[in-house]
């Protein structure tokens, strides 16, 4: 089973108006259409740049009107799954619920459904400067190509989570990303290959790029899209199918075969997945099982 995916290196500019946004958008959507891809994968908060519009009255936008736009995005996001037949990860989008602000990542299926993943661990920038909260509960997704999770940015570098997220079935860990400096860029980045070897399983990342000059914490952005494999014989030997420029506005793409996967778990050189020491540390393959019975 083979399961072809792209990921954006979104490009933050200012724009004048939601129709602006809608162009942009469509233009790495169809992009990834036309090298044939089944899954694309959009970064973390790149709907802020709506934020850059302003108001009617010429005001700055904050991070709580964000929620604001949900339906025009949904929407948008919505249609472009069904006109293209692919599964579109819509980054993340900041959605409002009982008072509180949610980081949410989307899934787009080819059929109009919509699921979602609340961003589970939250950054002290998010927590002081905007006021968000951490998601209260994990899920994986069934595909046609396979068993996916969405994982945010900061999600990865916990290793808990993922250990969740294979046990629960999944092959494929999509990670949206916003990160502004090289410090947090490589965080994320170094953790996604530890993920990847430690679970044998493939890690798709990406990151926005450019500038919002007049939107609060968007104003710098360091980011590059990777497809993270583990590292073994049937995988590229650093773990790395294929990578954007660096800061560039950009569209990856990767073929990810799930055999190989299957194989080195199995047969590997290592074989991480299987060698767990579960009577030292929780085995959460066993959880899951005991959790649906």
Known sequence: MKM???AVQYHLHTIRSFEEFAQQCEHYVKTAQEYGSEFVLFPEFFTTQLLSIGSEQGTRLTINELPGFTEQYLNLFQSFALETGMHIIGGTHVIAREGKLFNVAHMFYPDGRIVEQAK???TPTEVNEWNMSAGEDFRVFDTEKGRIALLTCYDIEFPEIVRMAKAKGADVIFVPSCT???????????TSHA???????????????GA????DFMRANFGQAAVITPNDIPFPPKG????GELNDDMIVTADLDLELLYE????GSVTTWRDRR???????EQAEKNFIR
């Open 195 to 209: 993920r990847a070897i430690e679970n044998q399983i493939y890690v798709v990342l990406t990151g926005t790029v």
């Open 180 to 190: 502004d400096d090289r410090h947090g860029f490589h965080r994320v980045r170094y």
């Open 240 to 243: 790395l199918q294929v990578e």
């Open 120 to 122: 589970l661990h939250i």
């Open 278 to 284: 579960t009577d030292l540390y929780p085995d959460w």
């Open 264 to 267: 080195v778990r199995e047969r």
């Open 212 to 215: 919002l000059p007049t939107v």
């Open 4 to 6: 072809r995916v792209s």
